[in-house]
T-cell receptor, first 112, second 114 residues
Framework: AQSVAQPEDQVNVAEGNPLTVKCTYS??????LFWYVQYPNRGLQFLLK??????LVKGSYGFEAEFNKSQTSFHLKKPSALVSDSALYFC??????????FGGGTRLMVKP | SQTIHQWPATLVQPVGSPLSLECTVE??????LYWYRQAAGRGLQLLFY??????ISSEVPQNLSASRPQDRQFILSSKKLLLSDSGFYLC?????????????FGPGTRLTVL
């Protein structure tokens, strides 16, 4: 079985400050990890994924994520937050073909 | 480039009425297709996926069904809607359905059952 936890329902950060959205996972076997963003009443947009190799993955809109195998984590980060980054963020894991399992989501609020 | 369309964008239906939501993908052939439901603006639940025409796998037994009449068309249906069917329905596609494959999502359909 595979599962993902996003321990924070909401993260608040001031514009210009660094942001981190946390994600931990549980899988048997190799973890393939994904981050998506969802704006209000929109579909999910793919940000980045970790398959293998470098633990720091760079993605769209200046986001990056760090894979940590020992801590079973895949936290999403950005050095300087923008107000327009305010959205709902989902972490997901897949090591079972068509079974992409999502976390519960974290709402990011960036205040001017 | 590939694009994915869903319609309608919003739908309000009475309890007991039928449902048909449509998803189409452009710019790719033989995609894997998925239907998800998002309740209360949060978690996503995989409902169905399809690896080819006429091939449907159901992940959650429920009041809904899916069909794939054409390579790039995926339809979500119900004969009689329940209040609990309300939610945001998302269609997605991927290239080959492997564990490393990225799923790309459509804009979604907001369904309200009254």
């Amino acid at each position: 079985a595979q599962s993902v936890a996003q321990p924070e329902d909401q993260v608040n950060v001031a514009e210009g400050n660094p942001l981190t959205v946390k994600c931990t996972y549980s899988v048997s076997g190799n973890p393939y990890l994904f981050w998506y963003v969802q704006y209000p009443n929109r579909g999910l947009q793919f940000l980045l994924k970790y398959i293998t190799g470098d633990n720091l993955v760079k993605g769209s809109y200046g986001f990056e994520a760090e894979f940590n195998k020992s801590q079973t984590s895949f936290h999403l980060k950005k050095p300087s937050a923008l107000v327009s980054d305010s959205a709902l963020y989902f972490c997901a894991v897949n090591n079972a073909g068509n079974m992409l399992t999502f976390g519960g989501g974290t709402r990011l609020m960036v205040k001017p | 480039s590939q694009t994915i369309h869903q319609w309608p964008a919003t739908l309000v239906q009475p309890v007991g009425s039928p449902l048909s939501l449509e998803c189409t993908v452009e710019g790719t052939s033989n995609p894997n297709l998925y239907w998800y439901r998002q309740a209360a603006g949060r978690g996503l639940q995989l409902l169905f996926y399809s690896v080819g025409i006429g091939q449907i796998s159901s992940e959650v037994p429920q009041n809904l069904s899916a069909s794939r009449p054409q390579d790039r068309q995926f339809i979500l249906s119900s004969k009689k809607l329940l209040l609990s069917d309300s939610g945001f329905y998302l269609c997605a596609w991927s290239v080959d359905g492997t564990s490393t494959d990225t799923q790309y999502f459509g804009p979604g359909t907001r369904l309200t059952v009254l």
